[in-house]
């Protein structure tokens, strides 16, 4: 049999303060404070009378007992509706008939301030948040603050290290579904992002997005101490490692520290002498990919670095910076 409790009616209300970066709940009784109207919702029986329906399995609360009825099918898996057009399943009406807007192409709510329509009424609210800056959750441990809901669940398992998507053909877990779904490609090969330029393709998108600037020449991310420019975030968090000198990868065997997780994964090859990349010309093997790159060359007779003065080629890039000695007189090797 369903929980029931009581609380107060609407006359006792609850209000709301900003305090600490995240949002304290009131009684207008007592003015106890909650971090959660879950909470102060239960705190509220203690004053008066009104029924609050309580899920058995999970604790949250519901003023009508329909609604609770319908939640519980989300423990029970129990999906009663069908679309009539895919066939999908789900657990209430309300989602049904969202889910069925895919289909017809209707966006019923649309954003006053640029027209951008939605399927539903919570993601027309999540959007308007990317226009007035409203960020609304709060992480309790350490305040960082998102416009939704489900961004917030999901920041918080890099504090609890919870990782409840698990691929079943390998076993690894990750934090978000979104995050298997792309894992999973790597079992059935499958890369749906294609460039439109030389037609390589990628497992996802932001991969795809990232390759695209090879072609575009576009380096979105700048260092604030000298300005030289990437196409990565990612790249640009390691070369600032040049400037603060940290070095978070650290040898096992040696203690030598490196900026990035490759290059410690390069240098532990020194100790353990493994060497797995061979040239298929003449199987000389290395302990890293750029030294079996530089070394095919010598028998493609590829030169992919030429100086912008007299055209001349060359293998390495080491080979055209000392080259262009040559031509502005410097000569950075003389005492």
Known sequence: ????????????????DIRRGGRLYSCEVCNRAFSTKRKLTRHQCIHSGERLYVCDVCNKLFNKNSTLIRH??????????????CNKVFSRQGSLITH????????PYVCDVCNKGFTEKSSLIKHKRTHSGERPFVCDVCNKAFSDKSSLIKHTRIHSSERPYTCEVCNKAFSQQSSLKTHKRI?????????????????????????????SGERPYT???CNKAFSQQSRLKTHKRIHSGERPYVCDVCNKGCTEKSSLIAHKRIHSGERPYVCDVCNKAFSDKSSLIKHTRIHSAERPYTCEVCNKSFKRKSSLITHKH???GERPYTS
């Open 187 to 215: 079992h059935s090969g499958e890369r749906p992002y294609v460039c439109d330029v030389c037609n390589k393709a990628f497992s996802d998108q932001s991969s795809l997005i990232k390759h695209t600037r090879i072609h």
């Open 223 to 225: 260092c604030e101490v």
């Open 72 to 85: 519980q099918r989300t423990h029970g898996g129990e999906r009663p509706y069908t679309c009539e057009v």
């Open 1 to 16: 049999m369903n929980e029931q409790l009581h609380v107060h009616s609407g006359d006792c209300g609850y209000s709301s």
């Open 100 to 107: 069925k807007r895919i289909h017809s192409g209707e966006r």
């Open 326 to 328: 040559i031509h502005n």
